[in-house]
Nanobody
Framework: QVQLVESGGGLVQPGGSLRLSCAAS????????MGWYRQTPGKARDMVSI???????NYVDSVKGRFTISRDNAKNTVYLQMNSLKPEDTAVYYC???????????????WGQGTLVTISS
């Protein structure tokens, strides 16, 4: 009922930058939070950054000072600006959204399909 479409992944050299985008659409009444997670083969999916309306954004320690999350509420879109990228940032990045459905007011949680970010020289 809620779809997330991600874009912006790719291959970049160490020290470079990328900007990920994720747009939510569907039967949305409100969005409580949007965020980014990442996963490498054989490992769990870990939180990178989450943004809500009421709190300061959260970041995993390893990306603080390098990544910036932002949100366009009018477009139900979240962005992740990634600077000073390192090889250890290589992963599939997944968008996540939590909110309430327009039709039932039930809470939903949706995931994007994932976008591959590769940091390599």
């Amino acid at each position: 009922q809620v779809q997330l479409v991600e874009s912006g992944g790719g291959l970049v050299q160490p020290g470079g930058s990328l900007r990920l985008s994720c747009a939510a659409s569907g039967s949305i009444f409100s969005i409580i939070s949007m965020g980014w997670y990442r996963q490498t083969p054989g490992k769990a999916r870990d939180m990178v950054s989450i943004i809500t309306d009421s709190e300061n954004p959260n970041y995993v320690d390893s990306v603080k000072g390098r990544f910036t999350i932002s949100r366009d509420n009018a477009k139900n879109t979240v962005y992740l600006q990634m600077n000073s990228l390192k090889p250890e940032d290589t992963a599939v990045y997944y968008c996540n959204a939590r909110g309430r459905l327009r039709t039932t007011f039930n809470v939903f949680e949706s995931w994007g399909q994932g976008t591959l970010v590769t940091i390599s020289s």
